[in-house]
């Protein structure tokens, strides 16, 4: 049984930073992904990276302020947040995928039950 647990989340001031950790039990997956949901808003794609580390995709609302990566030997991938802004404000969630279409359309199997990020001004 494949199981995604996310850790790390928290209260943070502005231009503070944060490193969110999903670990994933139970299965290895060619993509990786962070989407974050806020109140009242939909559920939106962070960043991506593909297997071997060397391929991510970023939003432009966080492009050079968060860095994704991952560590296949620990089954781990990573969201390092700097310069946090009120507006990332949301809950993080962890995704695996097989396949489909990098960055934007891949297939989503997994998902983690979510991290609360706040960031205050």
């Known amino acids: 049984q494949v199981q995604l647990v996310e850790t790390g989340g928290g209260l943070v001031q502005a231009g503070g930073s944060l490193r969110l950790s999903c670990v994933v039990f139970g299965g290895s997956f060619n993509f990786m992904a962070w989407f974050r949901q806020a109140p009242g808003k939909e559920r939106e794609l962070v960043a991506v990276v593909g297997w071997d580390g060397s391929s991510k995709y970023y939003t432009d609302s966080v492009k050079g302020r968060f860095t994704i990566s991952r560590d296949n030997a620990k089954n781990t991938v990573y969201l390092q947040m700097n310069g946090l802004k009120p507006e990332d404000t949301a809950v993080y969630f962890c995704?695996?995928?097989?396949?489909?279409?990098?960055?934007?359309?891949?297939?989503?199997?997994?998902w983690g039950q979510g991290t609360q990020v706040t960031v205050s001004s």
């Open positions: 995704a695996a995928a097989l396949g489909g279409l990098y960055p934007r359309a891949l297939k989503y199997d997994y």
